[in-house]
């Protein structure tokens, strides 16, 4: 079993930057990827920056060039850098780690930290 803890959420205003962070825990050998999702309100949960254990990372068309996913195996975390936030980057953000050979990370969940954007 993964154990995933997010943290750093909060309220910013339009332009600002927030920095997420998440730290794996358990079994760790069993895992490749790690990325973050959100989930606005009314909204399916969306897949926005992904990371493997070699630093090969993607996004998601939405945050491309504003976020920046990062990774540290040393320490067991998982970083998501957001910059010139937007209202609609409102939502709750998850961290995720997928075992090995699955096309996403979908496998362990953390319990999500809101992020809120004022306009």
């Known amino acids: 079993q993964v154990h995933l803890v997010e943290s750093g959420g909060g309220l910013v205003q339009t332009g600002g930057s927030l920095r997420l962070s998440c730290a794996a825990s358990?079994?760790?050998?069993?895992?490749?990827?790690m990325g973050w999702y959100r989930q606005a309100p009314g909204k399916q949960r969306e897949l926005i920056a992904t990371?493997?254990?070699?630093?090969?990372?993607n996004y998601a068309d939405s945050v491309k060039g504003r976020f920046t996913i990062s990774r540290d195996n040393s320490k067991n975390t998982a970083d998501l850098q957001m910059n010139t936030l937007r209202p609609e980057d409102t939502a709750v953000y998850y961290c995720?780690?997928?075992?090995?050979?699955?096309?996403?990370?979908?496998?362990?969940w953390g319990q999500g930290t809101q992020v809120t954007v004022s306009s």
């Open positions: 358990g079994m760790l050998a069993t895992i490749d990827a």
């Open positions: 995720a780690a997928g075992r090995w050979n699955t096309p996403a990370p979908t496998d362990f």
């Open positions: 990371i493997n254990r070699r630093g090969s990372s």
